[in-house]
T-cell receptor, first 115, second 114 residues
Framework: GAGVSQSPSNKVTEKGKDVELRCDPI?????LYWYRQSLGQGLEFLIY????????KSGLPSDRFSAERTGGSVSTLTIQRTQQEDSAVYLC?????????????FGQGTRLTVV | DQQVKQNSPSLSVQEGRISILNCDYT??????FLWYKKYPAEGPTFLIS?????DKNEDGRFTVFLNKSAKHLSLHIVPSQPGDSAVYFCAALNSGGSNYKLTFGKGTLLTVNP
């Protein structure tokens, strides 16, 4: 596809369940970022992948959150034992290389609601 | 502690007039600033940026001004059009540090009335 694709668009889950959010970046983009936007807040950095380098996970809010990027392409963000405070829009972005945000494209996001 | 602040949650202007969106930051290590525009149910899209070595950058109807001493930047849209109605986010990064971590403000909802 031409842009960054995220799935699902919406996810409602029960508290305590695990969820997986998927991001398909733009082909050829080596940098991939996850952000989340909680209600009334700005976007919050979660994790960054660059090529085959070790990811920067410093933004992950707890050890219930993890992410992987397989083959330098598709990324999955996993939240275990979801809590209500995890409810947010999770956004993925990709760019040609590290930090090239003027050339970065964001996906439409996954709206996660934990009930 | 919010390092990037957009103190106006919303702004309403008439079509054809100027829209001025403001942003303040506290981290003196930030040296690159970006504005993003976001429509409902879509991801943010990059609009315009400015490096701290400049005080102004212009792109068509959009101009960003940076006042480093005041740690303040503003986005001017002139003339405003109804299609400009969206949420605008200010973002900042430290290009010498973790230059892949953007710090965002909470956004300002701009409504341009026909």
């Amino acid at each position: 596809g031409a842009g960054v694709s995220q799935s699902p668009s919406n996810k409602v889950t029960e508290k305590g369940k695990d969820v997986e959010l998927r991001c398909d970046p733009i082909s050829g983009h080596t940098a991939l970022y996850w952000y989340r936007q909680s209600l009334g807040q700005g976007l919050e950095f979660l994790i960054y992948f660059q090529g085959n380098s070790a990811p920067d996970k410093s933004g992950l809010p707890s050890d219930r959150f993890s992410a992987e990027r397989t083959g330098g392409s598709v990324s999955t963000l996993t939240i275990q034992r979801t809590q209500q405070e995890d409810s947010a829009v999770y956004l993925c972005a990709s760019s040609p290389s590290r930090g090239t945000y003027t050339e970065a494209f964001f996906g439409q996001g996954t709206r996660l609601t934990v009930v | 502690d919010q390092q990037v602040k957009q103190n106006s949650p919303s702004l309403s202007v008439q079509e054809g007039r100027i829209s001025i969106l403001n942003c303040d930051y506290t981290n003196s290590m930030f040296d690159y600033f970006l504005w993003y525009k976001k429509y409902p149910a879509e991801g943010p899209t990059f609009l315009i940026s400015i490096s701290s070595i400049k005080d102004k950058n212009e792109d068509g109807r959009f101009t960003v001004f940076l006042n480093k001493s005041a740690k303040h930047l503003s986005l001017h849209i002139v003339p405003s059009q109804p299609g400009d109605s969206a949420v605008y986010f200010c973002a900042a990064l430290n290009s010498g540090g973790s230059n892949y971590k953007l710090t965002f403000g909470k956004g300002t909802l701009l409504t341009v009335n026909p």
